[in-house]
């Protein structure tokens, strides 16, 4: 059994937009979107580097990240912190391209055109939750007040 839980990987395979964190080479950190993010296997996540200069430089120089990535209708998700791995050619670049664009292994299909996809090697994943399920305050109640909210944002931005 590897690091990633069952709820981990449902979440990551919903949501899909994971936030990485990484750091420039003057300490400066950088936080990018990554709406490709999915689950390669029990110990890793992916992404495809669909233009992300910034973030791919920053890992060519240090490979750490933290990823987070949040279900924003139960405001719950999870931080995973570990080392990158940069996959541009071989078998397993020609894997997960084969999982991109045909959907397979749980990976949403992507026909956008990349040259490089990012192995995210998880060292730790711990669980966030917002504070506001304090006190007592459930799933469902979450749920109860976030869904109407986006949905009116969604009304008033269509």
Do not use: C, H
Not at 28 to 36: Q, R, V, Y
Not at 44 to 64: E, H, M, Q, R
Not at 79 to 93: D, E, H, M, V
């Amino acid at each position: 059994m590897g690091i990633l839980t069952d709820d981990m990987k449902r979440v990551v395979r919903q949501q899909r937009m994971g936030f990485i964190a990484t750091v420039s080479p003057d300490g400066f950190p950088n936080l990018s979107p990554k709406g490709t993010t999915s689950v390669w296997d029990d110990d890793n996540l992916v992404f495809a580097d669909l233009g992300s200069p910034t973030t791919i430089s920053n890992l060519l120089i240090n490979p750490y990240f933290e990823l987070n990535v949040l279900d924003g209708f139960i405001r719950k998700g999870y931080r995973f912190k570990g080392k990158a791995s940069l996959i541009t050619s071989g078998q397993l670049f020609e894997d997960i391209k084969t999982a991109y664009t045909s959907g397979s292994r749980g990976i949403r299909q992507s026909l956008l055109p990349t040259l490089r996809y990012v192995l995210l090697q998880i060292e730790e994943a711990v669980p966030f939750i917002s504070p506001a399920y304090t006190p007592d305050i459930t799933e469902a109640n979450m749920r109860e007040q976030w869904v109407p909210y986006w949905e009116q944002i969604q009304t008033e931005n269509a």
